[in-house]
């Protein structure tokens, strides 16, 4: 009894995020704006491919900046001089819809065009969270392990893109990039993948010509 009743109330929340993550998405629409759901492990690079997103892309950019504690990232990005709100979670492992909803009167959606929404620093629990982005961007690094991938099917299965990050590192660590590019094409055949190095800028045109391609289709 007490496991159906769990199911039921995970349903429940998941069904409730749902609803609101799809009032973001309309949010989105009304102001031309095309939203990315960035997900990635604690250090896999996120915060460095924002800084890089806004130094090398054309489009007016904001950005929300998840954590658990820390609002270090949210201050990483007010530096590039884009606006930015950071978003504490506590003891959450993972941003929802309910939180993202909140921190949008913070950033000026009318001087905007792209939104990217920096989830909190793990693979496993944001993957049931829909925020109401038009695409979710999943990025892991060759120093968590060639087998990050083979770990975490559940993120990639629900991802539109992929990003393997630092292979310039990938001898250095006894890494196989490829070997991960296909763990993800094995997950998800369809998911663009993309190997990336933010240190000598490998991968990142290509990035930036995904999200262009997204965005025509939106």
């Keep these: 009894m007490h496991n159906i009743a769990s199911i039921e109330v995970e349903q429940d929340i998941i069904q409730a995020n749902d609803k609101l993550a799809s009032e ?10 095309f939203a990315v759901d960035l997900v990635g492990a604690v250090g896999s690079g996120k ?8 130094d090398e892309m054309d489009d007016k950019i904001g950005v929300i900046a998840g954590d658990i504690l820390s609002k270090f990232d949210a201050k990483r990005i007010e530096n590039k001089n884009v606006p930015v709100k950071g978003l504490n979670t506590g003891k959450e492992c993972h941003l929802d819809a309910h939180l993202v909803e ?17 989830n909190v620093g793990n693979l496993i629990c944001p993957a049931d969270f829909n925020l109401g982005a038009h695409v ?3 990025i892991i690094s060759v120093t968590e392990g060639d087998d990050t991938a083979e ?12 990003i393997i990050n630092k292979v310039d590192l990938a001898e250095a660590v006894g890494a196989d990039a490829d070997k991960m590019v296909e763990d993800v094409k094995t997950i998800n055949p369809d998911i663009p993948v993309v190997k990336c ?3 000598t800028g490998e991968g990142v045109d290509e990035i930036i ?4 391609k997204f965005q025509n289709k939106e």
């Design 197 to 199: 190095s933010l240190k």
């Design 136 to 138: 979710r961007t999943v």
């Design 209 to 212: 010509s995904l999200y262009k």
């Design 47 to 54: 915060t460095s491919l924002l800084e890089t997103l806004i």
């Design 151 to 162: 770990k975490h099917p559940m993120i990639f299965k629900g991802a539109d893109m992929a």
């Design 24 to 33: 973001n998405r309309k949010k989105f629409e009304e102001k031309d704006i």
């Design 102 to 118: 909140h921190a949008l009167p913070d950033i000026p959606l009318d001087d905007i065009s792209i939104l990217f929404i920096e």
